[in-house]
């Protein structure tokens, strides 16, 4: 019964640890997003901001936004637009490991800004994105 | 006097496994996975040893281009792959295939493409375009993980080829 009782803990704890990682990584950033003058951080706004089509007139992928590989909807496995790669869901309630690390976090935001805008995306933006996707 | 031996001991040990293949071994996993994490994001994790050394250092200086993309890394990842699939490259390999591929390429030719080399073309020659570039589900020739599913561990063996919509390739 102990033991039942322990495991039962330490799989309520695991669980926890994944969101509340999530949870801190992103946290971390928005405060440094802050910092660099952005406010106010909108879930409507992210999920606005990854539906929201940018044109690449002429290239192979010429409307591209968040979900050309993510799909709209984060629960689900998407694929590289380009290779055709599959992609684990982004959802952190899906898979466990997504926005946990802030390194990582750090670097597809550039480079996927890059690929999808032309350009890195603005701190206010990434804000928004990151406090639309940590929930879902 | 008791102490300097025991110094020296572990001094000695120390060198002993720096030196010891199971230290390289640890390297070359951790490079492995740097790889695979690195790179395999995006598309499969391509066998070093499909491209010359040369190849990989032209891709890794220009990955603000890769494909269309901009696929840079930071210094220090960048340092670690580049040793890491030039040490594993077809001139290094001494595998069948590697040989081959290094036969099929002049000794100034430095193919980005694996899709590209002459040698990898000549065994897709007979496959009709159509179960590959028309082929939602392999998309390129590039793709070689539609239908080797062996293919990042290196195995393309024919009784293996399995085609997405068509079923097993028999010539």
């Known amino acids: 019964m102990i033991l039942l009782s322990r495991m039962l803990m330490l799989s309520l704890g695991l669980t926890l640890s994944c969101a509340t990682l999530a949870a801190t990584a992103v946290d971390e950033l928005l405060s440094t997003y802050r910092q660099q003058g952005a406010a106010n951080f909108s879930a409507a706004a992210g999920k606005r901001f990854w539906n929201q089509t940018t044109p690449h007139a002429g290239t192979a992928n010429p409307e591209r936004s968040c979900a050309s590989c993510h799909t709209s909807d984060v629960r689900q496995e998407g694929n590289h637009a380009v290779t055709g790669k599959t992609i684990k869901p982004l959802a952190p309630s899906v898979t466990g490991r997504r926005l946990t690390n802030p390194k990582k976090i750090r670097k597809w935001l550039k480079r996927n800004c890059l690929w999808t805008r032309g350009r890195e995306c603005t701190a206010q933006e990434k804000g928004d994105v990151l406090t639309y996707l940590k929930d879902l | ?171």
């Open chain 2, 1 to 171: 006097m008791t102490r300097n031996y025991l110094y020296g001991t572990f001094l000695a040990t120390s060198l002993w496994w720096l030196a010891s293949p199971a230290f390289s071994a640890t390297a070359t996993t951790s490079a492995a996975t740097l790889y695979k994490d690195e790179c395999a994001s995006c598309h499969m994790a391509y066998p070093s040893q499909l491209l010359p050394a040369r190849s990989w250092l032209k891709i890794l200086n220009s990955l603000d281009h890769h494909f269309g993309d901009n696929a840079s890394l930071d210094p220090a990842t960048l340092k670690t792959l580049k040793t890491y699939l030039q040490a594993n490259s077809a001139d290094t390999a001494g595998t069948r295939r590697a040989r081959r591929i290094m036969r099929s390429l002049a000794a100034d030719e430095t193919p980005l493409r694996i899709s590209a080399l002459p040698s990898i073309r000549r065994q897709h020659h007979e496959i009709p375009l159509r179960y590959i570039t028309a082929n939602p589900k392999v998309k390129s020739l590039s793709n070689c993980v539609a239908c080797h599913a062996g293919a990042e561990q290196g195995r393309f063996n024919e009784d293996n080829v399995k085609i997405p919509g068509y079923g097993r390739w028999d010539d």
